[in-house]
C-alpha cells in the first residue's frame, strides 16, 4: 500500500503563485509516476499533470506553460508549482500514484491506485 499526503493548499489571487506538495510513504518502490488530479465544484475530477521516475513529465493542456510538476526523488515528494493561476483553476486537487507511466494515466483518473485526501485551492480575483 502507499499513502499520499497533500499540503499548500489555501486562497491565492489571480496571478499569484501557490505550490502544493504531495509525501508518498509505504511501498513507493512499486510507482512509475506520481501527479495531480483536480475537482471543481460540480465537476468530474480531471487530470492536472503527472510525472515518472525518469523525470518525465505530462501535462493536462488547461496548465502548460503555467503550472509545473516536479518531484524529490529522496523525499518521495511531489510539487505542482502554480503560476498565474486563474479563477477557474478553483478545485479540490488530489495526489494520485500508480504503477503506470504518467504517459498513460487517464484524464478522469478512473483505475488509478493510489490517492491523497485532498486539498483546496481557491483562486481569487
Known amino acids: 500500500q502507499v499513502q499520499l499526503v497533500e499540503s499548500g493548499g489555501g486562497l491565492v489571487q489571480v496571478g499569484g503563485s501557490l505550490r502544493l506538495s504531495c509525501a508518498a510513504s509505504g511501498h513507493t518502490n512499486s510507482l512509475a509516476a506520481m501527479g495531480w488530479y483536480r475537482q471543481a465544484p460540480g465537476k468530474e475530477r480531471d487530470f492536472v499533470a503527472a510525472?515518472?521516475?525518469?523525470?518525465?513529465?505530462y501535462y493536462a493542456d488547461s496548465v502548460k506553460g503555467r503550472f509545473t510538476i516536479s518531484r524529490e526523488n529522496a523525499k518521495n515528494t511531489v510539487y505542482l508549482q502554480m503560476n498565474s493561476p486563474k479563477p477557474e483553476d478553483t478545485a479540490v486537487y488530489y495526489c494520485?500514484?500508480?504503477?503506470?507511466?504518467?504517459?498513460?494515466?487517464?484524464?478522469?483518473?478512473?483505475?488509478?491506485?493510489?490517492w491523497g485526501k485532498g486539498t483546496l485551492v481557491t483562486v481569487s480575483s
Open positions: 494520485a500514484a500508480d504503477r503506470m507511466s504518467g504517459s498513460s494515466w487517464p484524464t478522469k483518473g478512473y483505475n488509478i491506485n493510489y
Open positions: 510525472i515518472n521516475w525518469s523525470g518525465s513529465t
